[in-house]
């Protein structure tokens, strides 16, 4: 596997079919843009509702209530974009309570997935493959059984953190150390956050790791139908040849006996339902966005939370035991992934409010997340705080497929950064950093340097 004294050399990792100087160059080459929030310079996106929709939302919140119609690009004077491409002439509504978020993921007569990603979902499903995400009824059911007991097992994810997540993450920590060492500028979300999560999913999915720069171009690209369609199903057709080719070599070469996705889909079987090779092919070009997109920012806002909070970063250091409740509290307090959508599938009232059939509905998690009828002081950033289920997975059987490998992820993150970076700090005033995002949420770098102090 690649190891921490391989910083930048060209001795072969273990782990990658690549040298540790070819990832190093990659990570360089990530171009800035790929750092920062994609939507937060639409043309119909307020930038200071981008900035801080917490004070906007809950603003709103306190005025009209836990459901809020959109009306001419703005939902109660909050303008923002139409976040899924949802067709503007059927009404739609955003929900912010807690409780009615939670009301309606848990409501599925009433409130369902199917067409509820609108654009988003038009570019990745096929003429015969639905992505889980917009299923519903026992196909739903169906397919996230054979992923969780087959795909995503507990046995699974716990050898791919031993195997691959925890090694990688000690490797970035130890090229960042070394970095340090020779007085180099360090940014958490180019130097650690990216490069994790892109590494552990090229490592489940086959992606080049030496292509880091190009593989997220084409994940966001991907991910953003609702920002350009055509530019969406250009690269969704990319992605669907490299795996499409790349399903086909393994077949012919039986090398599907691995731990990694297309072996584990390949094998999968409950129920007599299988994954064709159709299926393993729209989820691997699925999940590698999906698995990148929201993870390795969710990765790069924990280390700002803790960077911003220093005290509770060294009490993290003191005690590992805190790792857990700390990764809670920072996928509460600052999620990267910070709307849900679902249709109003007949006429409900919701919160008092009349939803009328065919609504789109549009759940701000991130917004509930801070709910003051559940949290006390709800924008205190505090990682001993009483443990209360937040909503940045979801809940319900339509909770966040990836949970449980993200949360492997930022476990690992977590105890790679207190065990060989404990005595790093922000390299700049916390109030110079910024935070952008209306769908997916991120910080635009997180600069680091050794404690001065």
């Not at 994609?38 to 509702?49: C, I, R, S």
């Not at 090694?167 to 180099?184: H, N, Q």
């Amino acid at each position: 596997m690649l190891s921490q004294s391989e910083d930048a050399g060209s001795k072969p990792s273990r782990l990658f079919d690549v040298s540790a100087n070819a990832v190093d160059e990659a990570i360089r080459a990530i171009p800035a843009h790929q750092l920062r929030a994609a939507d937060h310079d639409l043309p119909q996106m307020d930038p200071e509702v981008s900035i801080d929709p917490y004070r906007h939302f809950g603003a709103l919140r306190d005025r009209r209530g836990d459901v809020v119609p959109y009306v001419d690009g703005a939902y109660g004077g909050v303008r923002v974009f139409n976040a899924f491409g949802h067709d503007l002439s059927r009404p739609n509504f955003c929900v912010l309570g807690y409780d009615t978020i939670r009301k309606m993921v848990f409501d599925k007569v009433n409130f369902i997935n199917s067409g509820s990603y609108g654009l988003h979902t038009e570019v990745q499903k096929t003429d015969t493959v639905t992505t889980v995400n917009e299923l519903d009824g026992d196909e739903h059911r169906l397919t996230r059984k054979l992923f969780d007991l087959e795909v995503f097992s507990r046995d699974t994810l716990t050898q791919l953190a031993e195997e691959t997540i925890a090694p990688i993450a000690a490797f970035l920590t130890g090229r960042i150390r070394a970095m340090l060492d020779r007085g180099e500028t360090v940014d958490l979300s180019r130097h650690f956050a990216l490069p994790l999560l892109f590494m552990s999913m090229a490592r489940i999915t086959g992606a080049p790791l030496d292509r880091i720069g190009h593989f997220v171009e084409l994940a966001e690209r991907a991910f953003g139908g609702p920002r350009d369609l055509a530019a969406a199903a250009r690269a969704v057709e990319d992605l669907n040849i490299f795996f499409s080719d790349r399903l086909a070599a393994r077949r012919r070469s039986g090398d599907l006996n691995g731990s990694d996705l297309m072996s584990l889909m390949s094998r999968a079987e409950r129920d007599g339902r299988r994954f064709s090779d159709e299926e393993i092919v729209v989820y691997c070009r699925f999940l590698l966005p999906g698995g990148i997109e929201t993870t390795w920012r969710q990765t790069a806002n924990m280390c700002l939370a803790l960077m911003s909070h220093p005290d509770q970063y060294d009490q993290v250091v003191a005690d590992p035991g805190l790792i857990d409740q700390t990764v809670e509290e920072c996928c509460r307090w600052l999620p990267s992934g910070a709307t849900l959508p679902r249709i109003a599938a007949h006429d409900v009232e919701l919160a008092g409010v009349r939803v009328p059939a065919g609504s789109s509905m549009v759940g701000l998690f991130g917004i509930a997340n801070r709910d003051p009828r559940i949290w006390s002081d709800p924008d205190r950033f505090d990682i001993h705080r009483q443990r209360l289920t937040h909503l940045t997975f979801s809940m319900g059987s339509h909770g966040c497929m990836g949970q449980h490998l993200a949360r492997q992820n930022l476990r690992n993150a977590l105890a790679a950064l207190i065990r060989d970076l404990p005595d790093i700090e922000l390299a700049c005033d916390p109030g110079e950093l910024r935070t952008t995002g209306y769908v997916i949420r991120c910080p635009d770098a997180v600069p680091v340097r050794r404690r001065t102090t």
